[in-house]
């Protein structure tokens, strides 16, 4: 039970306290780019998450295999950058083979979805908290979620912020800055409750 009990708690903190965007600032151009239409939003946040979470499986296992020491800083991040650019690949080439119709609707989501800084910090973050496997893979899915939150925030007010009854000097990405800003100590206050208990 207290196992159970610790996934969840990681997953929430990986959606809250984690929140890429709203905490840590990383894939705000993605969140740009994705908010724009929300007929995008399903897709992406499939692809996220689904990126994220073999992601950090795979996160594991090089963490145990290279292990920290004092010259870690040098070779980590290229392995990191090696394991999402295999995860992409390998998740290119089995949609095609075996699936050419999800290829296709799928393909731009993926491009995007696995190549943004939030996936590449994620791997960071979650090396940096976890210790089992089921933690690893928990805590890349909420950090997929709270990606795929943190998108369907902006975008249901993303016509609003570029909306001709906002000031023209804020109009658009001055305007959706104070917002995820906003959001940011929202979020920041929640997590900062949720951990507490």
Do not use: Q
């Amino acid at each position: 039970m207290e196992v159970i009990r610790n996934i969840i708690i990681t997953a929430f903190t990986a959606v809250f306290a984690e929140n890429t965007i709203f905490s840590r600032a990383l894939g705000t151009s993605t969140l740009v780019i994705v908010s724009r239409n929300r007929k995008n939003l399903a897709g992406f946040g499939m692809s996220v998450t689904y990126i994220t979470a073999m992601v950090s499986v795979l996160t594991y296992f090089a963490d145990k295999l290279f292990g920290i020491s004092e010259t870690s800083y040098i070779y980590i991040p290229l392995v990191y950058i090696v394991i999402l650019g295999s995860v992409y690949i390998i998740t290119l080439l089995c949609l095609w083979r075996f699936a050419p119709k999800l290829f296709t609707k799928m393909r731009k989501y993926i491009h995007i979805s696995a190549f943004n800084c939030a996936v590449l910090g994620s791997m960071f973050l979650i090396s940096k908290n976890c210790e089992t496997l089921a933690e690893y893979f928990f805590h890349g899915i909420g950090i997929g979620l709270g990606f795929v939150l943190a998108v369907y925030l902006t975008a249901i007010v993303y016509d609003r912020l570029y909306s001709e009854k906002a000031p023209y000097a804020f109009r658009g990405y001055p305007l959706l800055l104070v917002y995820i800003g906003i959001l940011g100590m929202a979020f920041w206050g929640l997590s900062s409750h949720t951990l507490n208990y």
